[in-house]
């Protein structure tokens, strides 16, 4: 049987608070710590190698510009805005959570062991850190380089029960993240790991699960 937490935790998806912030923001990010959330953020690797909070691999559908991330230097994409949207660098994200609130970093594309051993060290000193990864190459190549870190696998709505069952055999994987798609499966919910479902993006979604799971929510 899974052993019950004293409390579920619930994590504010790219700190999305409400519908007036924007995703992967300084300020949207900001607001969640007030409110003593832990977030959830995307990063990627610029040209020159900054860790940067962003969700997709280009610019197009936030800044109607077709560019990649690792394309450009950091500099650069500074100077990219829009309506106030600037990317951060997730060392600046790290240093508002002020090491208080979990800070799940998804890593969206696959990265180099180089760029993973890069993003260990960035990451020094904060323990509340948990690496995530659709690619879960990334999470078994972070392990290789240290394997106290606090990591996590991803699991999409596709992901099948046989995989993800598989998966958490492994022990040095602390964490699933799941599609809620999976919130009433009972084989997920008999895994002992701490498992998060998301995305929750309604409150009536959000009161339904709450006392019973940990969730990754937006908007309410």
Same mark, same amino acid.
């Given at each position: 049987?899974?052993?019950?937490?004293? =409390?579920?935790?619930?994590?504010?998806?790219?700190?999305? &608070?409400?519908?007036?912030?924007?995703?992967?923001?300084?300020?949207?990010?900001?607001?969640?710590?007030?409110?003593?959330?832990?977030?959830?953020?995307?990063?990627?690797?610029?040209?020159?190698?900054?860790? &940067?909070?962003?969700?997709? =691999?280009?610019?197009?559908?936030i800044f109607k510009i077709n560019k990649s991330i690792k394309n450009i230097n950091y500099e650069d994409l500074k100077e990219i805005k829009n309506?106030?949207?600037?990317?951060?660098?997730?060392?600046?994200?790290?240093?508002?959570?002020?090491?208080?609130?979990? &800070? =799940?970093?998804?890593?969206?594309?696959?990265?180099?062991?180089?760029?993973?051993?890069?993003?260990?060290?960035?990451?020094?000193?904060?323990?509340?850190?948990?690496?995530?990864?659709?690619?879960?190459?990334?999470?078994?190549?972070?392990?290789?380089?240290?394997?106290?870190?606090? &990591?996590?696998?991803? =699991?999409?709505?596709?992901?099948?029960?046989?995989?993800?069952?598989?998966?958490?055999?492994?022990?040095?994987?602390?964490?699933?993240?799941?599609?809620?798609?999976?919130?009433?499966?009972?084989?997920?919910?008999?895994?002992?790991?701490?498992?998060?479902?998301?995305?929750?993006?309604?409150?009536?979604?959000?009161?339904?699960?709450?006392?019973?799971?940990?969730?990754?929510?937006?908007?309410?």
């Amino acid at each position: 049987m899974d052993t019950e937490p004293f =409390f579920y935790m619930h994590i504010i998806h790219r700190g999305i &608070v409400n519908k007036s912030y924007k995703e992967n923001c300084i300020e949207s990010f900001k607001e969640s710590f007030k409110e003593k959330f832990g977030i959830e953020t995307d990063i990627h690797s610029t040209k020159d190698k900054k860790f &940067v909070c962003f969700h997709d =691999f280009t610019l197009k559908r936030i800044f109607k510009i077709n560019k990649s991330i690792k394309n450009i230097n950091y500099e650069d994409l500074k100077e990219i805005k829009n309506k106030k949207f600037q990317i951060p660098q997730l060392k600046e994200v790290l240093k508002i959570s002020k090491k208080k609130f979990p &800070v =799940f970093i998804e890593i969206k594309p696959l990265f180099s062991k180089k760029l993973l051993s890069n993003l260990i060290k960035e990451t020094k000193g904060f323990k509340k850190c948990i690496f995530i990864s659709f690619k879960h190459q990334n999470i078994y190549n972070l392990l290789k380089l240290n394997s106290k870190l606090s &990591v996590g696998l991803s =699991f999409s709505n596709k992901s099948s029960i046989k995989s993800i069952l598989k998966s958490s055999l492994n022990k040095r994987v602390k964490y699933l993240i799941l599609d809620k798609k999976f919130l009433n499966n009972g084989k997920i919910q008999m895994i002992n790991k701490e498992k998060y479902y998301y995305t929750i993006k309604s409150k009536k979604e959000f009161l339904k699960y709450n006392k019973n799971n940990n969730l990754i929510f937006e908007n309410l």
